[in-house]
């Protein structure tokens, strides 16, 4: 199985401040149609989690323009370009392009 | 509006077998690949298995750990995605969403529902 590590594991940012979360997969997850299947999750206390982005780079409806996605082959990066009290979650890459698909286990997202 | 409804977690001694249902309504449930995702409590999401549309073959695929216990199928008369979970271990217990897949993922999750396996 394709492993996706997550760093940091924890992320202590002030409000209104960047943050950004790096996902590596074990594989490169560029597909034989070309496409990238690499997904970000949010998931808040107490809640369903929430695609915000997938295919790398493109925002899921509704979702808030300050977060965006970047990356190629193993390695992706998600970007809070500033932080709001609602950010406050778990949030998870996903890759869907080897069988199984394989979640990164998570970077806690907190306000300091 | 997409909704995903999920229902028939509970308490199950190990050994035992359960069926989880998701009701889906807000899109064309026939035309969708379908998947069921899991997480222990204070874990990470596991995927557990994805079927797709008739249209696409209508075939299910499981991750290692459940395939040969879990069964996943539709009935698309009743817009539903089904869960058979058999011989079922202390390590299945976990909140088990119902999610449609769309541009290579998940794109919609049900709010989930609980699974115990215990004795």
């Known amino acids: 199985d394709v492993v996706m590590t997550q760093s940091p594991l924890s992320l202590p940012v002030t409000l209104g401040q960047p943050a950004s979360i790096s996902c590596r997969s074990s594989q490169s997850l560029v597909y034989s149609d070309g496409n990238t299947y690499l997904n970000w999750f949010q998931q808040r206390p107490g809640q369903s989690p929430r695609r915000l982005i997938y295919k790398v780079s493109n925002r899921d409806s509704g979702v808030p323009d300050r977060f965006s996605g970047s990356g190629s082959g193993t390695d992706f990066t998600l970007k809070i370009s500033r932080v709001e009290a609602e950010d406050v979650g778990v949030y998870y890459c996903m890759q869907d392009t080897h069988w199984p698909p394989t979640f990164g286990g998570g970077t806690r997202v907190e306000i300091k | 509006e997409v909704q995903l409804v999920e229902s028939g977690g509970g308490l199950v001694k190990p050994g035992g077998s359960l069926r989880l249902s998701c009701a889906a309504s807000?899109?064309?449930?026939?035309?969708?690949?379908m998947s069921w995702v899991r997480q222990a409590p204070g874990k990470g999401l596991e995927w557990v298995g994805r079927i797709k549309s008739k249209t696409d073959g209508g075939t299910a695929d499981y991750a290692a750990p459940v395939k040969g216990r879990f069964t996943i199928s539709r009935d698309d008369s009743k817009n539903t995605l089904y869960l058979q979970m058999n011989s079922l271990k202390s390590e299945d217990t976990a909140v088990y969403y119902c999610?449609?897949?769309?541009?290579?993922?998940?794109?919609?999750w049900g709010q989930g529902t609980l699974v115990t396996v215990s004795s």
């Open positions: 807000g899109f064309t449930f026939s035309n969708a690949w």
């Open positions: 999610t449609r897949d769309l541009d290579g993922g998940p794109t919609r």
